[in-house]
């Protein structure tokens, strides 16, 4: 009972750990979206950081690189 008690625990913890990283990561395109876009192109508002995150997570889906090295 106790290793499920830590098993739970760990993965718990490794996914606070990977939407703390995603949102570290969302970081720049927030600051960027906010610093550069926003005065640049009119009619672009600014972003909160979870819009930023959105935004990330959109571009990850949308550009994925999809080579494969398995040559034959």
Avoid: H
């Avoid at 990561?25 to 979870?50: F, H, I, R």
């Avoid at 995150?53 to 034959?72: A, E, P, Q, Y």
């Amino acid at each position: 009972m106790e290793k499920v008690a830590v098993a739970i625990g760990a993965i718990v913890i490794g996914l606070i750990g990977l939407v703390f990283l995603s949102f570290l990561l969302s970081w720049p395109v927030y600051m960027l979206w906010n610093g550069c876009l926003v005065d640049a192109v009119e009619g672009v508002k600014q972003v909160t950081w979870l819009q930023a995150w959105g935004i990330n997570f959109l571009f990850g889906i949308l550009f994925r690189s999809t080579i494969s090295k398995d040559v034959k």
